[in-house]
């Protein structure tokens, strides 16, 4: 009977976080964001619900984890792990209904929230063991997301609002870092340190194979479309920081050795220095 019990008790949870992201996301759509673009306004507001998704998911992920002594990689749920589970499904299922409604055709997005919601849905009312493995990586994963929501909304209004260009300027090289090292380096050991252990077979009693099988391909997949779009990201500024250092440096041709020495600059070092300042502007 553990099974129904859980299923009934949890049900009106998850029914009230997506109200919960519901309301937040006509929040932002209809008071927050009313005068930006129509292309603009359901991004923005995807963004928003996710503000209120990922940071709190990772403290809540982390208290329930701490609280659990007994957590390893086939470990039952506690009841503290499946509100936090139920709390991410609201707002993947909440970010799905977006996705399907504003881009259908963005397929690799769609994609990505349905396997999303698999490997948490399989977690949360099939196997009822695992949690532990599952927001460790929803750790990784939601770690970066304010920093993120707070450059793509930079990002959409940097071609015409000066403060939004100069935020996403500032925010991208260390958000290019941060999320490289958790997607390149945190999220690639954690999954195989949970492939190592399901492949011992110390799980099989509670997780069937098939199932951690696909929760090992859907993290693998997402972290290397993660790794794949940072690698563009990292090209491009490459590219804006080149463009941009040609520029200074055909505008300062003109300027002779001794126009630099009467303005208080030592040559070539001091060129460089101001060079480097403007990239960074």
């Not at 019990?5 to 519901?22: E, G, M, Q, R, V």
């Not at 936090?84 to 259908?104: E, G, K, N, R």
């Not at 490997?119 to 009312?125: A, D, G, L, S």
């Not at 929803?138 to 929501?149: D, G, H, K, R």
């Amino acid at each position: 009977m553990e099974a129904p019990i859980l299923l009934s008790s949890s049900i009106p949870n998850l029914f009230s976080f997506f109200i919960f992201f519901l309301i937040i996301y006509l929040i932002a759509y209809f008071i927050i964001f009313p005068s930006w673009k129509p292309k603009l306004r359901p991004e923005a507001s995807s963004c928003v619900i996710s503000f209120f998704h990922g940071t709190p998911a990772v403290f809540l992920a982390v208290n329930s984890l701490l609280a659990d002594p007994d957590r390893n990689f086939h470990s039952t749920n506690t009841p503290f792990q499946n509100m936090v589970l139920d709390y991410s499904i609201a707002y993947f299922l909440m970010d799905l209904t977006h996705y399907l409604i504003f881009y259908p055709s963005d397929v690799l997005f769609i994609g990505h929230h349905l396997a999303t919601l698999f490997v948490f849905v399989t977690c949360r009312y099939m196997v009822y063991h695992g949690a532990y493995a599952i927001l460790v990586l929803l750790i990784l994963a939601e770690v970066t997301s304010f920093v993120q929501n707070t450059w793509t909304l930079a990002n959409a209004r940097k071609s015409d609002v000066e403060f939004a260009a100069k935020v996403y300027s500032v925010l991208s090289p260390p958000f290019y870092v941060l999320y490289s090292l958790v997607r390149g380096i945190a999220g690639p050991y954690f999954v195989y340190r949970m492939l190592s252990y399901y492949l011992s077979g110390a799980a099989d009693s509670v997780i069937p194979r098939w199932i951690w099988v696909s929760w090992v391909f859907v993290v693998v997949t997402a972290i290397s479309v993660s790794i794949l779009w940072v690698s563009n990201l990292w090209v491009e500024l490459y590219k804006e920081m080149s463009r941009k250092f040609e520029k200074k440096v055909r505008s300062c041709k003109p300027y002779s050795h001794d126009y630099w020495v009467r303005a208080g600059l030592n040559g070539t070092g001091n060129l460089a220095i101001s060079i480097f300042t403007d990239l960074l502007v």
